[in-house]
């Protein structure tokens, strides 16, 4: 199970392809792995988001969310040798 405690984050992209190629290197080598998903135009705790002010008009929307994957510690060098040997 991989919790906050024991996880390391491999990959940050902004690209769902990208992070849809990752996934299934993952998955094709046995390495559990956990995703988070931001969108970044919605709001937050902290603030209302930025569309209810500003719109969308003239935004790139392939920046608008942001895929985090994370793996097992023990996964952590494994995962790398197989995402970033291609």
């Known amino acids: 199970m991989i919790t906050l405690f024991n996880r390391k984050q ?11 190629e990752i996934k299934d290197i993952l998955d094709h080598n046995g390495i559990t792995y956990y995703e988070k998903v931001v969108n ?5 705790l902290f603030g209302n988001g930025t569309r209810s002010r500003t719109g969308s ?6 920046y608008m969310y942001e895929y985090t994957i994370y793996v097992h510690k023990k996964d952590y060098e494994s995962a790398n040798k197989c995402i970033f040997t291609l």
């Open 10 to 20: 491999v990959l940050t992209t902004f690209s769902m392809k990208k992070q849809a």
């Open 57 to 62: 008009f003239g935004e790139d929307t392939s």
């Open 40 to 44: 970044r135009r919605n709001a937050s």
